[in-house]
Each structure stands twice: as C-alpha cells, then as structure tokens.
C-alpha cells in the first residue's frame, strides 16, 4: 500500500531537483494573463504492427484519461481530441488542428496548454500505431516546438523511457515545485511510463496498464497530497510513480519505473485537476479512518484508490453508485455510496459492513476481471439439423442430438475476443433408402464434431452477453448397419461456419448460453455436394475468474 | 504467433471417407451367400447318428431328413466356396468408384499366396430396369492380365436393387488353364447358379457341367433350392448309395420352417429303377410315415402323420 510522501522525502528531492525545477511550471490558481485555454490529444492504439503483440488496454487507458481531463481538467470537449486506434498520419493532422487553434488563442491573449497523451506500443525509437510508425524524437521536437505556452506529454509505452534519456532526464520518486511562485512556466514536460529498458506492463485484473491506470486514479484526487483540492502534475507524477513501481515490483517483467524530464522557463506547479471545483464526488471526512480505499463502480471496475492520511480528502467521481472497500489486516469494511450529479457525499466510514476477504467484492488488488483473460468451461447439449432431404427420400446425413463440452478463453485476442475450443458427441438410428434401393437399410449413426471458434462479446461486465462469431470444426460421421453385410461406412470433413448467441449470467460464475451456429458441409464422395448443417444447443457455462 | 493460429487452421480443410449410398446400391446388387443358401431348420436333435439301416420304423430317426441336410450343407458349401469372397468384399469400402462401377482391390488374400484379386461391379443398363454385371478377377503376381474366377449378371426387380434375378457363371475350364484346381473341381467344366430372389418362392438352381471323361461318369448334375416366405422350403438333389437296388436316385425334399418334412426319393439307377420311397418326419427329425412301393417295400406309420408339405 502507498503511503504519503514523507516531508524529508520531499525535502530530500526539492534539494536535488528543486535548483532545475524552481522554473518548470506554470502558477495555479492565478497565473498571468489570465485563464488558460487548454488542448488535449488522447491516443490509444492496440495495435503496434509486426513483431508487437496486440495490447488490450491501451484504447481504454485513453478513453479513460480523456474523461477525467473533460470532467476534472478544465479542457472543453471541443478541446480534448481522443483518438483510439488511429494512424500517425491521424495523430498528426489532430496535432496539427490543436495547434492551429492554440494559435489562435494565443493571438487572443489567451494562455495556452497541451496534454498529450499516448498509449501503445513503441520500439525501436518510434511509437507503433498499427501498421504505421511516428519516430520520438520527431513527436518531442514537434512537442518541444508547439505553440502553446505550456506542454505536458505522457508516453505510456514500453520502453518509453528513451525520450527522456537527454536533457533533465530522471528516473525518480517524484519532483517538487515552487508553489509559491508568480511566474507562468513554459516549456515542455514528458512523463513516460518506464525506463529506457523497461517494458510497460498491463495488467488483466485492473483492466489497464499499470502507469496509466494510477495516474487517471490520482488526477480523480487519490494524489491529492497537498489536500487542497487540486491535483498537479508533480502530486500526479509521483503518486503513478509509487504506486506503479509498488504494484509491479513482484511482477514476471520486474518493477516498472516512471521518468520525467523537462525543458521549462518559469515557475509554479501545473494544476491538472481540480477535483473540488466541480463539487461531484466522494469526500473522505478528517475521522474517516486512514487507510487504503478503493472504490468500484457497477461493472466491478476500481476506479480509484485513495490512500487516506489524516485530514480530508476528495475523490472526484461522476455520478453513480459505487461499492467503497477499505482493507484492514484481518477484515474489509465494504459498503455502497451513490454520487449525486452536481453533489458530493460524505463517506460515513461506519456505516461500511465487515466482510472476510473471501467475500470481497473485488479480488487481488480489487479490481475488475470481467476484462480479464480468462476461462470459462461449458456442457453442451444441442441438437444438429443437416441442410438435406431426409435419409429416408436419398438424403446422405441424418439430424442428431450432441452433447459435449466446450472450454474458451475470454478477451484472449484482445478485449471481446474469445477463443473457444468445443467437442461433441451426437448419435441417432436412421435408415437409408434410394430409389434403387427401396426400403430403408437401417442403421446406428454417430458424430464426432470438434471445432475452434473465434468469437466476440458484448457487454461482458452485462446480464446479457451477446456473442458472433467463426467457427472452423472438424465433424467425423460414422455409420453402422444393422445388415452386417454392408460395410461401416464414415466421413470426415473441415466446415467453417459461423455462430451467434447470448449468454444469461446467473451468477458471478455460472450462466445460461443459448447458441446457434451455420456451417457449410462439402461432400465429395459418390458426388461433390455443397451441404450445410444447422446446431442449435444449451450450454451451462461456468468462468474461472480470479 | 497467436495470430497465425487462424490461418493455419483455416488451411486444414480436407474432407473424405467412405460414406456412399451409391455404395450401397452396388454392394446389394451382388448376389448373397445368406439370401441364395438353402435354409434346412437343424437342432440338437440332429447330431444322432443318421446312418442308414435297415428295419427303419416310425419314431427312428429320419434317414431321408438326414439326407436332405447333407445336401443342403453340400449345396451350401459350394455357394460359400464361390460366393464367400463377394460377401467378404461387399463388407469393404470399394477401393475405386466411377458413375457406374465399383471397383475393390487388386487385393492379396494371405490363403491363397502368389494371386491377386479383384472384384468389379458395372451398371450396365438401366432399362426397363437396373442391370448389372460383375466378375470376381485374380492375376498371378506379376502378370498384367486378369481372368475371370466367377462372373455374374443381375437384374434388379422393380421395387429394389436388393431383390431380382440373376445368373453366376464359374468357368472352371478356363481357370484349369491358369491355376491348379483341386481334383474335384478338376472333372468339371463350368458350374452355372441361377436365382431368383424378387418374389417367393425364392429359388436357386445349381448345375454342374462335367469334363468329358471324368472319373465319375456324370455329365451334368446339379441342386435345386427353394425357400417360401413363411419359413419352408425345398430341396432337390441327386444320391448315390451303394445299394445295388438304388445306386443313384433323385430326392425332391420339402419342410415347414419348424423342420418337419417329407422326401420323395425316385430310384434313376439300380434294381428299382422307377420306384419311389416317401419319408415324412416330424420336428423333432423322427420317421412318422415311411412307404417303399418297390416289390417287398416296407411302410411304417401313418400317412397322416406326415406334414402338410405340398
């Protein structure tokens, strides 16, 4: 758990950054010339080409750092341009508007300022969106070249750390500003997610990388040290700083380190949020106890964390109602606050319940896993109808029931895409009858049908799920006679198909599937017929979720 | 690399097997051991010996019953010997189709070393109805050519491929000429088998034709089959003894399907050249009535015991 930083900490840090920083940022609250229009670009991409692996959190780190900055950081929507899965050519031409309009402002007299956020892959000194590339060191010189008075970049990326290797480059704790001053900064700030050889992690049970994930939670107030009411970027910076290095340092990649440098004239902290001036929220009052809170939303998201040190605190949260979990060394304290637009609640600490940890609302570090990878296993009982006139007017395959299993691996390709592995078993009696051969041969059918599908959920953290998706299988058909003359007879065939369905969750593990799949069914013996085949079934599902 | 899974997948798309009903229809166009045998009930009661002797009275042991189930074993026996390797076959998946043939083999059979087989099955008309020829094939190992062991033609009826009429040819003169035979089959020239399987009586006939010249004197013989839908059936065969009265005579043998039955034994060759001697027996293979017209010919029993056999 995090704690506060301690002041000889703080003081330890303004001594060694403070001679360089003294002049790194603008005042808050009341800088000259007036209010500040600030411009914010968002980009999040998965996808980072060849020899990159598919992220699946990046586009939701963006997603989720635009609407704190819209709510809580005094950037207008018409200002905040949120990207997500976008090329370079798109980044830049949305650079480019931002600043045109900055440009303008400034013509107006207006301060100006940009946040710029990425989230994606980077190698091999450029960042990956898709299929295409965007070089650091031409992003930080176009950065460090921007009209606006003041520029905050996040890099959250693996080894994003190579763009603050020259000037003002630290892998810290944190960094101290004047508070006090009365000159404007200018300049450019860069905050990266990790060290020059380190990689960025995501994590499944937080739904998000971990950098990201602690700075969108302490801009909602959680880094609020000062306890004024305004989260700054240094308060930010070092709240991501140690509670990315804390949750990764047991980590299979090793801790993860933050860095930041600058390249600023001026003085006094930037503010990033202000998460009192908009009076919506969860306000922790000074005899709340101290501790580690964590707050989830509806779809078992923790939204926030709030390490809690005496005096009050404020945690800027939209409306909604929220399960509020304290963690104590033999117990939880959860209970449920709801947030009212346009007020603040005040946590009444004793009107949370005690619950053992095996009740906890939220496992591990209390965090979603509806978005997690995944498995869940299923029985299946279904029946299959075959595209065919009967087999009694010529018809090669009879309709069968099937039962069988399935196992699939939820959000395995990314968020949504599952992968799912199936096998069945079918039988049924049937009789063979042609024109030629006039009454039926009878005889004892069965079906082995195994596939691989690859489908996509909706809705997961929902009631309802919604599935499509493609199916590949491998049916292998067996029949018998009853007139041992006649040889067993068997076919074996690769169909590609597609499936739909919609699972019904019962409880947090168990749900109800209802499923239908399409296949097509080439035969190729006596004569080469396109068939199909149609399955309808019930599946009884059960998620292993952590 | 997770990505790369699909692909690969997706280029797994083979399909094939066996699965046929034109198989099907080609496999019940050839004839069947089990549909053209004779089907003589037995029982346990059976195994006593049925040697023949004299002073047979009502309540012995039927020696013409006895005489019957020879023949149909015989009879039998012979539809295995050519008929065995088609249902051995048919019980295979061909090894090539065309629109209007099947085709399985060439193949080896561990038996009969230094030969290969082959069985083909045509579909030679269809009009009025299915028409088929087929041929049981061998080669010596080595050699290009295939000649024929049997070959057959079959007319299906008009409700099913399974039921019709048809004929199966054993060129055993043109066989001596590629294989060894053994020395029965040697005094023979050709073994015809009709049947007819589309309505009831079912019947199959088997005539042998025999080399000129041959140690046992016969030119022709053969064995006439029937089998009714309720279970009966017939039998009528020659029979050889080494009684001087009825060295060689023709039996006409009839029986319900619980195995009583009559036998009608008319004397070709020997001192009662002309004669006839009725036997009936009963279910459990005892003599119920026995009558020799011939001069000092004995009867037994009752004419009314006998079964109601026509």
């Known amino acids: ?546 | 690399m997770r990505l790369l899974l699909c692909p690969a997948l997706l280029a797994l798309t083979a399909c094939g097997g066996n699965w046929s009903n034109a198989d099907l229809e080609f496999a019940a166009a050839l004839p069947s051991k089990r549909e053209l045998a004779s089907q003589l009930p037995t029982s346990g009661a059976t195994s006593q010996p049925l040697s023949r002797r004299d002073g047979l009275n009502a309540g012995d042991p039927s020696q013409a019953y006895a005489d019957t189930k020879k023949a149909v074993t015989d009879f039998n026996g012979l539809l295995d010997f050519f008929l065995g390797v088609l249902d051995t076959v048919r019980a295979q998946p061909p090894t090539s189709r065309t629109a209007d043939s099947r085709t399985w083999g060439p193949f080896s059979a561990a038996d009969v070393p230094g030969l290969q087989f082959r069985v083909t099955i045509t579909l030679t008309s269809t009009d009025p109805r299915e028409t088929y020829g087929w041929n049981v094939q061998a080669r010596k190992n080595g050699e290009p050519d295939f000649f024929d062991l049997v070959r057959g033609s079959f007319q299906a009826s008009a409700e099913t491929v399974r039921r019709g009429m048809g004929m199966i040819v054993v060129p055993v003169k043109g066989v001596k000429t590629k294989l060894t035979l053994d020395a029965q089959l040697q005094q023979l020239d050709e073994i015809i088998i009709g049947y007819q399987t589309a309505t009831f009586p079912q019947a199959t006939q088997m005539a042998f034709t025999f080399t000129p010249g041959n140690t046992s004197g016969l030119s022709q013989a053969g064995y006439g089959s029937e089998r009714r839908e309720d279970g009966s059936g017939a039998m009528v065969f020659a029979l050889s003894t080494t009684d001087t009265n009825i060295r060689k005579s023709t039996v006409r043998s009839r029986w319900l399907k619980d195995g009583a039955g009559a036998s009608q034994l008319t004397v070709d060759e020997g001192t009662y050249r002309g004669a006839t001697r009725v036997e009936c027996w009963n279910a459990q293979f005892k003599v119920t009535w026995f009558k020799e017209n011939w001069p000092g010919g004995k009867e037994s029993g009752r004419e009314a015991d006998c079964p109601p056999v026509n």
């Open chain 1, 1 to 546: 758990m995090s704690r506060p930083l301690p002041a000889k900490r703080r003081r330890a840090g303004l001594l060694l950054l403070g001679g360089l920083l003294a002049s790194s940022v603008w005042a808050q609250p009341a800088p000259p010339g007036g209010p500040t229009r600030r411009f914010a670009l968002l980009v999040g991409n998965n996808q980072g080409g060849d020899g990159t692996r598919p992220l699946l959190y990046a586009t939701d780190d963006a997603r989720r750092m635009h609407e704190v900055l819209v709510r809580l950081g005094g950037t207008s929507s018409q200002d905040a341009m949120l990207l997500l899965d976008e090329g370079a050519d798109d980044v830049l031409t949305a650079l480019g508007e931002l600043e045109r309009r900055a440009r303008d402002a400034r013509a107006r007299g207006e301060r100006t300022s940009l946040f710029f956020y990425y989230s994606g892959h980077a190698k091999d000194g450029a960042l990956r969106l898709g299929a295409t590339k965007l070089p650091l060191e031409s992003v930080k010189a176009r950065l460090a070249q921007g009209p606006t008075d003041m520029r905050v970049a996040v890099f959250d990326a693996c080894r994003s750390g190579a763009l603050t290797r020259t000037k003002g480059v630290r892998k810290a704790p944190a960094f101290e500003v004047e508070t006090d001053a009365t000159r404007a900064a200018k300049g450019l700030v860069i905050l990266t997610s990790s060290a020059s050889d380190e990689d960025s992690q995501e994590s499944d049970q937080i739904g998000a990388s971990y950098f990201s994930y602690h700075l969108a939670s302490g801009l909602l107030g959680s880094a609020d040290q000062s306890g004024d009411g305004r989260v700054s970027l240094s308060e930010a910076y070092a709240y991501a700083y140690e509670r990315t290095v804390a949750s990764t340092a047991d980590s299979a990649a090793g801790p993860q380190h933050p860095t930041f440098s600058f390249d600023l004239a001026g003085n006094g902290d930037l503010v990033l949020t202000d998460v009192v001036q908009r009076r919506e929220g969860l306000r922790f009052p000074p005899e709340a106890p101290v501790g580690t809170y964590f707050l989830i939303d509806r779809r078992g998201v923790v939204v926030a964390e709030l390490v809690k040190a005496d005096g009050e605190r404020m945690i800027a949260l939209s409306p909604g109602t929220y399960t509020v979990k304290r963690r104590l060394p033999d117990r939880l304290r959860v209970g449920e606050v709801r947030i009212t637009e346009g007020q603040v609640t005040t946590l009444d600490e004793g009107a949370l319940k005690n619950a053992r940890f095996a009740d906890d609302p939220v496992k591990g570090t209390g965090l979603s896993t509806v978005y997690s990878r995944h498995w869940s296993v299923s029985a299946t009982g279904q029946y299959q109808a075959i595209f065919d006139s009967p087999t009694t007017a010529g018809g090669l395959f009879p309709s069968a029931p099937m039962v069988g299993g399935e196992g699939t691996v939820h959000n395995f390709f990314g968020r949504g895409f599952a992968w799912s592995f199936d096998a069945q078993y079918g039988w049924a009696t049937g009789g063979v009858a042609t024109p030629r051969l006039g009454t039926a041969i009878t005889y004892r059918y069965s079906l082995v049908n195994v596939g691989t599908s690859l489908l996509y959920e909706w809705n997961q953290e929902g009631t309802w799920v919604p599935f499509l998706g493609a199916r590949l299988g491998l049916s292998l058909m067996n029949r018998e006679f009853d007139d041992p003359s006649f040889p067993r007879q068997g076919f074996t065939t690769m169909s590609p198909g597609v499936l739909f369905g919609l699972k019904v969750r019962m409880s947090r593990s168990f749900g109800l599937v209802g499923r239908g799949r399409v296949h097509y069914l080439l035969y190729n013996v006596d004569e080469t017929r396109s068939l199909g085949y149609a399955e309808f079934g019930l599946l009884l599902s059960y998620e292993f979720r952590d």
